[in-house]
């Protein structure tokens, strides 16, 4: 079965300063997506990243980096220089490539970005 | 551009009650669409999800039942509602077809209270 770990269910980090967020999986596809959402206080669930499994090249997003490593099955979360609005639970999805019903979720990790 | 709809963000009701949660998509044709449970802020349990009018898929037996009269509306429903059904309701649509590379899109949630 396809399964999505997030081994942190709680970290804190400092205002600008960089925190690293984990994330693996299991699967047997070779071709499938990976993201992480984002749910601040409001509880609006936000994309923050994506990555194809294809691409050898990590997704970037302004602050958000992936450190994708298929070998491994990992998917770990770089934010750099955070900010106090970063504070959020963050929550890990896979899919298959040719499954569109439905994402594994990992149980997400909740970051305290601190003054 | 496309845009998600859920309504009501809050609602209090008492227990053995009906309940109806809508929740529309616009600027989009054919989406799939999806409803999940929230329950003490962590994890996302998949409800059900629907790929076509009248089509809806049942994740986990309870208390629930959904449906999709028309294209971009998706509405969780029950008969009777139990105190376990309070949590945190969230519709999402991803684009039609079978890409795992769509990006599944949130509503804003909404709250449920069964006393």
């Known amino acids: 079965a396809q399964t999505v770990t997030q081994s942190q269910p709680e970290m804190s980090v400092q205002e600008a300063e960089t925190v690293t967020l984990s994330c693996t999986y299991d699967?047997?596809?070779?071709?499938?997506?990976l993201f992480w959402y984002k749910q601040p206080p409001s509880r609006q669930m936000i994309l923050v990243i994506r990555q194809e499994a294809y691409k050898q090249q990590n997704a970037t997003e302004n602050r958000f980096s992936v450190n994708f490593q298929k070998a491994a099955k990992s998917f770990s979360l770089k934010i750099s220089d955070s900010q106090l609005g970063d504070t959020a639970m963050y929550f890990c999805a896979f899919t298959d490539a040719g499954n569109n019903r439905k994402l594994i979720w990992g149980l997400g990790t909740s970051l305290a970005v601190n003054p | 551009s496309q845009t998600i709809h859920q309504w009501p963000a809050t609602l209090v009701q008492p227990v053995g009650s009906p309940l109806s949660l809508e929740c529309t998509v616009e600027g989009t044709s054919n989406p799939n669409l999806y409803w999940y449970r929230q329950a003490a802020g962590r994890g996302l349990q998949l409800l059900f999800y629907s790929v076509g009018i009248g089509q809806i898929s049942s994740e986990v037996p309870q208390n629930l039942s959904a449906s999709r009269p028309q294209d971009r509306q998706f509405i969780l429903s029950s008969k009777k509602l139990l105190l376990s059904d309070s949590g945190f309701y969230l519709c999402?649509?991803?684009?039609?077809?079978?890409?795992?590379?769509?990006?599944?899109?949130f509503g804003a949630g909404s709250r449920l209270t069964v006393l």
């Open positions: 999402a649509w991803r684009g039609p077809g079978n890409s795992g590379a769509n990006v599944l899109t």
């Open positions: 699967t047997s596809e070779n071709n499938y997506y």
